[in-house]
């Protein structure tokens, strides 16, 4: 598989999965053979290394993953069709937690929409003090956010969903979605240790532990959680070409008139200004 949106290089017994497009903010694009498709072609380059004993994803640039490609992906316009996008991107999230090499999200810079959901689905993920996290989507009427409800609860699924606002590594850290915050400076090392030490433990016993783990969170309801995600997002997603800008175009006229900058202003009319108060 040629790739040409991630690079994968290894290190002793650590390999490292590189989201590479910075131009787009390290854009998620779902094509065939695109970036979810070439990440598990490199997941599955490290399950077959036997010198691999862990993996870490970052991204190339100032950004982690600044979400899914919104003008590079087909256009769905049926139910159905938003349905088995959805259960694509799902099973892809499955297959990734399911990797029998430990995964850790190296996060810096803006982590985004589908770049959360791919941070997540890792083993840790560990943010530099940069860190933004957050669901944008939500002002453009789209969906992300309510797979994660197990892992943060109601109100700050519903926050980060129903305003599209961004929350700080600390915050995110507070919340649930990051093990610890780094100095930006130091993520790379910090990140680096950490692998290290996973991949000198017994690898039999990483795997066993992490499934075992892994089946309590989902008996706990994170597996109901993903299917039951699918079919309501799949709802507001054949929705999603009705949502109106204040303007009261709709956010697809704008990407397809104005394209991604176009969507920035009209995301900017309804508001600039964050609510949520910085700690401290």
Known sequence: MELDEITYSTVGAVATITLDRPAMLNAISARPGGTRDQIIHAIELAESDPEIGCVVINGNGRAFCGGGDLTGNARRQTLDEHRAFLESANAFHERLAASRVPTIAAVHGYCLGAGVLLAVACDFVIAGDDAKFGFPEGRLGL??????TPLLGRQWAKFLMLTGENVDAATACRIGLVLTVEPADQLTGRVAELAGRIARMPGESVELNRRAIDA???????????????????DTLAASDRACAPDGRTFRQIIDAEGM??????????????WLAAPG
Do not use: I, M, N, W
């Open 261 to 274: 900058d176009g969507l920035k202003r009209a995301r900017a009319q309804q508001y600039s200004d964050p």
């Open 216 to 234: 309590v969170a989902d008996a706990a309801g994170e597996a109901a959680a993903r299917r039951t995600a699918v079919e309501h997002d799949a």
């Open 143 to 148: 969906v992300g956010a309510a797979v994660l």
